[in-house]
């Protein structure tokens, strides 16, 4: 078999999709053994198109094929390569959202706890005064609260 590009694969498509409605005609009378051969080397052609041109994506099996199909293959793989460079760039995008989104609201988190824990201490060091003054009632010295 030689190359075949995605034209090819669009007319065997085709032929498969019309043949298969004939074979539902035929598939009311009842299978015949010779309707098994047909569908099986069908089958077996569009498996080895298949295999072939995996291994040209691949990059194997190229020598058999011309400059017009070297360029057809190499624009194929182009496009594939940059569906896949815009879905990975579309991932990244959304991980750096998420990230960010994580971010602020540990920031946040972190500015309650600080807020609490310098609650915390000044209420510390207000107990602490009034512990002072009724241990010590004839000290003069006044502590304000900051």
């Not at 075949?4 to 298969?20: A, G, K, P």
């Not at 058999?64 to 940059?82: F, G, V």
């Not at 010590?136 to 006044?142: E, H």
């Amino acid at each position: 078999f030689e190359y075949t590009d995605s034209c090819m694969e669009t007319i065997l498509e085709r032929y498969e999709r019309y043949s298969y409605a004939e074979r539902q005609l035929a598939a009311s009378d009842h299978e015949s053994p010779r309707s098994w051969t047909l569908e099986h080397a069908k089958l077996k052609a569009r498996l080895e198109i298949l295999q072939r041109n995996q291994r040209q994506y691949m990059g194997e099996d190229l020598e058999p094929l011309s400059q017009k199909e070297l360029q057809n293959l190499e624009n194929q793989l182009a496009s594939a390569i940059k569906l896949i460079q815009s879905r990975k760039n579309q991932l990244m995008h959304e991980s750096l959202s998420e990230l960010q989104k994580q971010a602020k609201a540990l920031q946040d988190q972190n500015n309650q706890l600080s807020k609490k824990v310098k609650e915390r201490e000044k209420e510390l060091d207000q107990q602490t005064q009034l512990e002072q003054q009724k241990h010590d009632p004839n000290s003069s010295s006044f502590v304000l609260p900051q």
